[in-house]
Structures are given as C-alpha cells and as structure tokens.
C-alpha cells in the first residue's frame, strides 16, 4: 500500500474537490482519495506505484491541474487570483455597459454591441467554467459549473437566435447571460482571496522541515539534512539548538526547553541514558544522541502529519450540502430536458426554448453559489477588525455547536511566565539579588525583569544547568537558585526561609534561594498568575451551557490550584501530549470540543479537535495548527468569535433558506405550471440578480461587531 499526496490547482469549489475523490476512487488501484478544496491537495490511498499514473491522468482529464511543489502552488495560487480578479472586474464593467446599451439605445447597433460584449464576458471571462463542464461532463461529474456554463450558455443562444429573427421575440439576454458570470466570479474571487491567506499560514508550517542535524561518523562530525538521519545514528546537539529526531542520550549533559512536549517553560536535564525527543531546544550545554528512529518518522513529523491531515478532513455537514448541490444540478437538467419536451409539443420549439431556458436561468445557482462564501468572508473580515484571524473558514460551522471547551493551562489560562509572588530577605539583598538575575537569560531569572531596568555589575556569572546560577565579584561568592545548589556547595539554609516557602507552595510553586558566600540570605517565592479574562470566559462558556475541562502537563497540585479559581470541576494533569489526544477523542465522542493552546505539545490537539483556538502570543507550530488565532492578549475574544460563529450560520441558513425557497417557487412558474402566470427568459434573469442581490445584502449585516 502507497500513499500519495498532490498538490492539484483549478480547483473552483467543493463540488471540483469532490469530483476528483469520486472518480479516482472509481480507479483500479485506488483504496481511498481524500481531496481539499480548501488546502487545493490531495491524498490518495493506492495498492502500489503503477496506480499513480492513472490517478494523475484521471485528474488532468477532469480539467484541473497537478502542480510540482508547494512554490508552484504558491505562485499558482497568486496566479489565479490575479487572473480571477481581472476577469470579475471586465465582466462586471462590459455587464454595465450591456445593460445600458439594453435600457437606453434600442437599434441594430445597441443588438450588435451587446451580443459582442456578451460574448467576449460569457465565453472568455467565464471561460473556466465551461472547460470545468464540458471536461466534467466527459467524467459524468455535474457541479456548479454545469449549471453557471449552461444558464449562460443558454442566454447566449436565444438572444443570438432572437437577434438572428428565428422567434417573434425581440428581447435580448445578453446582459442576464453576462451578469450571471460576474455575479459567479465576485463570489469566487472572494472565496480565493480567503483560501490564499489561510494557504499562507500552512506554507510557513511546511517551511518548519527544513532543518539540519550534526552526524557523528568515525569521529568525524558532518552536517547533513535532518530528513536523512537514520535509526542508530549519533548526531550532535550544541547550544541553541533543537534536536531533529526521537533517540538517547549517549553522552553530555544539558539543560533544554520541553516546553513543545509538556507546555511547560521550566526547563529540565537532560544526560546520558535519558530519553529525549524531536523538537527540544538546548537552553546551554551539548548532547549526543543516538536515533532510535528516523528523522522523518519523529514525534515532531508526526504531530505536522496530524495537522495535514486534519486540513483534509472534511465535516459531514459540508459533505451533506455537497450531495444536495449534486442532486440539485442533476435534477434541474433534467427537469429541462423534460420541460422543453413538454412545450415542445404542445406549442412548438418556440415556447419549448423560451420555458426550458427560463428553467435553467431561474435556477442558476448564483444565490446558492454565493450563499455561503460571502457570508464567511464578511464574518472573517468582522473577525480581523477585532483582532482574530480565522484560518480555517468552515470552523464557523461548528463552533457554534460546541459542547466542551477544553483548556491548556499555561499560557492559556494562566501566564506563561513567573511572576515574583514574595519574599523573605531585606529590600538590599533582594537589590542585589535582581541585579545578579538580570544577568542571565534563564527563565526563572526573567521574573526579576520587571523590578530593574539594567545592570551594572561586573563580576562572572556561571550558568549552574537545573540548579541556578553564580555570581563572583571582588572574591565574593553568591549563589541564586534552588535548595539543591546550596546543599551543593555547603550553605546551610534557615529554618524559617523553608518554613516560608513551605507556607507559599500553593499558590508560589517555585522557590530561589539567595546566598552570599556561605550564608543563606533569604528567599524569593515565583507565581504563575491567571490570565485576565480567563474567569470571564469561563464564566461565558458556562452560561452557554458549555462544559469547561482543563488538560495539562504540570502537575496536580498547580491544576488543580487553577481550576479551583476558575470554577471547573473537569481537570487533568501530568498528561503527555499524547494523553491529552486520547482525551479529546474521548470528549468528542461526547460532543463537540473546542480547543484552546498555546504550546507546540499543543499543537496536534489543536489540530485534532473540532475547532482549535491558539491565544496570543502562542508558539509559531500552534499558530499554524490552530483553525483560530487570537491576535490581542485578550481570552474574551474566543468568546466573541463563539457569538460571530452562531450570527454567522444564522445568515448563512437564511441564505440558503432563501436560494432554495426561491428555487422552490420560480422553477415551476419558469417551467410554464401555473398557466396565469408566465416567466419569460429575461424575468428568470432579472429575478435571479434579485436572488443574488438578496443574499449579499442580508449578508452584509455581518459587518455589524457582534453584541
């Protein structure tokens, strides 16, 4: 078995997407296809290598295109909205000029001038979609493009039939014809530029592969391409680095960020005999690892495998609409087909023409086109005013939906860095305590920041990797970190300065001692505070009947102090980050989850849950995973764009609500049932902007910020 996957262009809608899953699974050979429109790429399941070709010719036959690489892609895609942009405004611009031709000089020249120019919109601007069609035709995959190509189409024909005097009628539809594919390709060109900006995001996380990894060999240090390490390779790690695959350390000791594994900014030690996986970053000392796999099947590779996946799944609810969409396109071809018949030989080609063009014009589906992607586009462009950028559009859907918000804690609810909580030590010794800190670039040493501007000292500092630091100035020795490193070098410590720590543990978990030479001088009690607004989100989420679960690596008595403060009953800690996945499965087979990260360890949740939102300030692997980022260190905004989601479906089913019922009611009136009621071809036009004109409106009540 072989999986393959492709980057496919001219891809216009969902229906293309779907298309190509439908015939490629019709292949010899292909287990499986799974195709984004969203993401433009494929992934195709085969029983082995001979199969590829087909699948690619299959594709290049429905008319859309295989393109080499993501930078093809890329400039594809700049391509094509370019080209989509200039088409929308041409035929938006001649459409007018039809029209006035059409409302305002009734002569053989105005006729000659808008067959021309309907011309030139219909089958040069709107050329896409009639290749889609016909090619999909070929294939027996109906989608949009059947429809817009033949309610164009049609309009065409019988003003040029009208305009060659083959009827009694004298009216032209040229213009009808060409704002049908003006009207197409404002809502196609809006949807583009939306995908272009969330394509952007998944290109940077691609860009995350390109590392490199120091190879051991003979004695003999070579740099190689992290992709190429191989199971027992040694490789080298020095300072500053991150480490490119799962393996053991074999030699050196070093303190590094697993921050990306457990959310937590602490650092730890690694040394020799210690497990230790892709993605951690050495904060100061060397290792050498030996691979205990490849490079390529890492930890780190598989969470970015998750995250590509997971932008391939596609929802049941756009996979529903998607079957409505195919039925609806089969049924009105049909329903043509018979309706020119039928007046065909009652009344004569004529009436026959007249109805069945009338059918396929009222029928077009602009307003269901347009129904859904205006709509989100103008709800994205409410969401970045307010500082949130949605990435993944069709998360709008579901958010509204959720039942369980599911939270990290640091750096989500609580800061992601410590904050000085109390001290027990007179106000010089903690002046010269800040000023040694401020020093060093470590974590805990970044508390003191904020209580000094600068630092004069000039003594030598040493890095004392999980225990601290020292500082000698003058002969005089001082120590700063914790109790371990005064045990090491023999300070004893006071009674009173454990009992305080002691007394701080629950809501101070982290303690530096402070010692000069060989005294202890006192000691300094770190927080980690909530976030502002995390209690009013919570508190949002609760009135929404929403059940709020928070999922984390630290330990229990820091969770459970944080829950305790937000009111959640549902908590979790000490968890791998392949625990918390396993947990939000178990969620989602409860209902639907959201949720909210900030960590690379956060990353593949973020990814796996049915909408993921990455608050400020959060790692770059979680921005790029996230479906939502917030873009202001403000939590509230996750609740606003929870208020957006449900205004925005709401316009969206009364969009569709309307196309349908619009359907519902002019397509047997155009179709000639009624016999007191008659629609002629340019009536179904007329009322087909109408239509459109509907929806765009009723969607421009998104602009408003959400109460």
């Not at 590392?211 to 199971?231: H, M, P, Y």
């Not at 403060?565 to 639907?592: D, H, N, T, V």
């Not at 609500?657 to 000639?672: E, T």
Request: charged share 20%; with cysteine; aromatic share 10%.
């Amino acid at each position: 078995m072989q999986e393959i996957r492709l980057k496919i262009g001219k891809m216009t809608c969902v229906n293309c997407s779907n298309a190509i899953e439908k015939v490629c699974k019709k292949l010899d050979g292909v287990e499986d296809a799974s195709v984004s429109y969203i993401n433009s790429s494929g992934v195709f399941l085969l029983k082995d290598a001979k199969t590829k070709q087909k699948v690619l010719d299959k594709i290049t036959a429905l008319g859309f295109e295989i393109l080499a690489d993501d930078e093809n892609l890329a400039q594809y895609k700049l391509h094509s909205l370019k080209k989509l942009k200039w088409n929308f405004f041409a035929s938006l611009i001649l459409s007018c000029v039809i029209m006035a031709f059409e409302m305002l000089l009734f002569n053989t020249f105005s006729s000659f001038v808008q067959l021309f120019l309907g011309a030139f919109v219909i089958f040069f601007c709107g050329r896409e979609f009639f290749i889609h069609a016909i090619k999909g035709l070929k294939n027996k995959a109906l989608d949009m493009n059947t429809l817009v190509s033949l309610g164009s189409f049609s309009a065409f024909v019988y003003s040029l039939l009208a305009f060659l005097d083959f009827f009694e009628e004298k009216h032209l539809y040229f213009s009808g014809g060409a704002m049908i594919i003006s009207f197409i390709l404002l809502g196609k060109f809006l949807e583009e530029k939306a995908k272009f900006k969330a394509y952007d995001y998944q290109r940077k996380l691609e860009a995350i592969d390109t590392q490199k990894a120091l190879l051991v060999k003979d004695g003999v240090v070579k740099e190689i391409l992290s992709s190429f390490v191989k199971e027992n390779d040694e490789i080298l790690v020095k300072e500053g680095e991150s480490v490119c695959v799962d393996g053991v350390v074999i030699s050196g000791k070093a303190e590094v960020d697993l921050s990306f594994l457990n959310g937590e900014f602490i650092p730890l030690t690694k040394q020799s005999g210690d497990l230790i996986q892709a993605g951690t970053f050495l904060i100061n000392g060397n290792l050498r690892i030996k691979a205990q796999k490849k490079s390529i099947d890492s930890t780190l590779e598989k969470l970015k495998d998750l995250i590509y996946k997971a932008g391939n799944a596609k929802m049941p609810i756009a996979q529903f609409a998607d079957k409505i969409s195919a039925y609806f396109v089969a049924f009105i071809l049909i329903l043509s087909c018979f309706v020119f018949a039928f007046w065909a030989f009652k009344e004569g080609l004529n009436s026959a023409f007249l109805h069945a063009c009338a059918v396929l014009l009222i029928s077009c589906p602009c307003a269901l086109g347009l129904a859904t992607p205006i709509a989100i586009v103008i709800a994205l462009s409410n969401a970045a005013k307010n500082g949130i950028l949605i990435k993944n559009p069709p998360v709008l859907e579901i958010l509204h939906k959720i039942q369980f918000s599911i939270f990290d804690k640091t750096g989500t609810l609580s800061e992601d860095k410590l904050k000085i909580y109390a001290s027990l030590m007179s106000l010089q010794d903690f002046e010269k305590l800040t000023q040694i800190q401020k020093l060093s670039n470590h974590p805990i040493s970044k508390a003191f920041s904020d209580e000094i501007q600068g630092s004069n000292l000039k003594g030598t500092l040493k890095t004392l990797p999980t225990k601290g630091i020292a500082y000698e100035e003058e002969n005089v020795l001082y120590l700063a970190g914790n109790e371990k490193l005064l045990q090491e070098y023999q300070v004893s410590i006071d009674e009173k300065f454990l009992n305080f720590v002691q007394k701080n543990r629950d809501k101070a978990p982290v303690a530096v001692f402070f010692a000069k030479d060989k005294m202890c001088l006192g000691v300094v009690c770190l927080s980690n505070e909530l976030r502002n607004d995390a209690r009013n989100l919570c508190e949002f989420f609760t009135q929404e009947k929403i059940t709020n679960v928070i999922l984390s690596g630290d330990n229990e008595n820091n969770v459970k102090t944080v829950a305790s403060k937000l009111g959640i009953k549902e908590f979790y800690f000490a968890l791998k980050p392949e625990e918390k996945l396993q947990m939000i499965k178990q969620y989602e087979s409860k209902g639907k989850c959201l949720f909210m990260g900030d960590g690379i360890n956060d990353a593949a949740a973020l990814a796996l849950a049915d909408v993921g939102i990455v608050v400020n300030n959060a790692n770059n692997l979680a921005k790029e995973s996230g479906d939502i980022v917030l873009n202001k260190n403000e939590l509230m905004l996750a609740a606003y764009v929870f208020k957006l989601s449900k205004k925005t479906m709401s316009i969206i089913k009364l969009n569709l609500l309307w196309a349908f019922v619009y359907n519902a009611l002019c397509i047997p009136i155009a179709a000639g049932a009624f016999s007191f009621i008659v629609l002629s071809p340019h009536i179904a036009a007329l009322a087909m902007c109408f239509s459109s004109l509907s929806v765009v409106l009723n969607s421009l009540r998104l602009l408003r910020k959400i109460a």
